[in-house]
């Protein structure tokens, strides 16, 4: 088995190769040329930790893969990554181990950041020019690279809790694209018609009464049951609400939250994202709809990402 170290391939595959791929993992998952589990979340309450076990295999690709994914939330405390992971790919012919991919969590980030680009893909204004990152970790640093590579934005604008951790991305951007700080959340959600919040929220962010028509909002940030980044009346409001994979969003997403809330159904679910992606139902298709999209991230992605790895690399 082939073990591969995080900076073999860490900020070297274009996001443009990462997006496509995902792209077509979601393609193959709504088409049924797909097959994974559901997924394993091991809840460490005691150590305000969780550990996520997905995978799946894409039809005709050479790997099955298996990742393993961590948080650990008391680590930034520590002076340690509060996310870490592995890849364990699996040859798809006889089952025997062929690679293992060091990724310490950036596959993770990175695949999730690529399927916020699918989504704005299919759901976003496509005359949007600016738009608003709700967070500024690591995922939403590679996010925020995604909607830059997905969207002809001339402006990307932050909010974060953490005013220093924005301006600290803020900088980073700025050689990309000008970036702003918004200095209050509520005014920059009623400014802007895309959206998208990468944090670990535990109470809702962006309000239904924000949000005007026309709006797009992804969420990838409510991978847990105690997660939640979107008040729920927003997602019963929704003309399309998108889910990554309805069966798991109800356990664990936004739509979870609204269920227990008794704001909507899961029958409210316009699709999920594969169907987009395989061309089976439509994205926008008005310039007033309100869409969201509902991520809590699906095997089919790290199938999808570990595959752009391998042939990055020529494994």
């Known amino acids: 088995m082939q073990v591969v170290p995080l900076e073999a391939f860490r900020d070297k595959i274009p996001f443009s190769v990462a997006i496509a791929a ?60 509060s996310g870490d992971g592995m890849f364990l790919l699996l040859d798809a012919d006889t089952g025997v181990p062929a690679v293992l991919l060091e990724e310490h969590g950036y596959l993770t980030d990175f695949r999730t950041a690529a399927a916020v680009a699918v989504t704005l893909k299919y759901l976003a204004p496509k005359d949007a020019r600016e738009a608003l ?17 997905q969207m002809p934005l001339a402006r990307l604008t932050l909010w974060n809790r953490s005013s220093q951790r924005a301006m600290t991305l803020a900088r980073e951007l700025s050689q990309v694209v000008e970036t702003r700080i918004a200095p209050a959340l509520e005014s920059a959600v009623r400014d802007h018609r895309v959206i998208v919040t990468a944090t670990a929220s535990t109470t809702p962010l962006i309000m239904d009464s924000w949000v005007g028509a026309g709006t797009h909002v992804t969420s990838v940030g409510t991978g847990s049951p105690e997660k939640i980044e979107l008040e729920p009346a927003l997602l019963a409001r929704a003309d399309k609400l998108v889910a990554d994979r ?18 909507m159904t899961r029958d409210k679910v316009y699709a999920e ?21 509902d991520l809590t991230g699906v095997g089919v992605q790290d199938a999808a990402i570990a595959q752009a790895v391998v042939e990055a690399l020529g494994l």
């Open 22 to 81: 995902v792209e077509r993992g979601f393609a193959a998952l709504g088409r049924g040329e797909a097959e994974l589990p559901d997924p394993m979340v091991l809840e460490l309450r005691a150590q305000q930790a969780e550990v996520h076990v997905k995978g799946a295999h894409l039809a005709g690709g050479r790997h099955i893969a298996l990742k393993v994914a961590t948080g650990f939330y008391r680590n930034r405390a520590r002076g340690l990554p």
């Open 133 to 149: 990152l709700v967070g500024a970790g690591a995922l939403a640093r590679l996010t925020a690279r995604a909607m830059i590579a």
């Open 246 to 263: 309805v069966f798991q969003t109800e356990r664990y997403g936004n739509l979870h939250h609204a269920v227990v809330a008794g704001a």
């Open 273 to 293: 994202l594969g169907a987009l992606a395989a061309g089976r139902l439509p994205g926008r298709e008005s310039a007033s709809e309100i869409t969201v999209a």
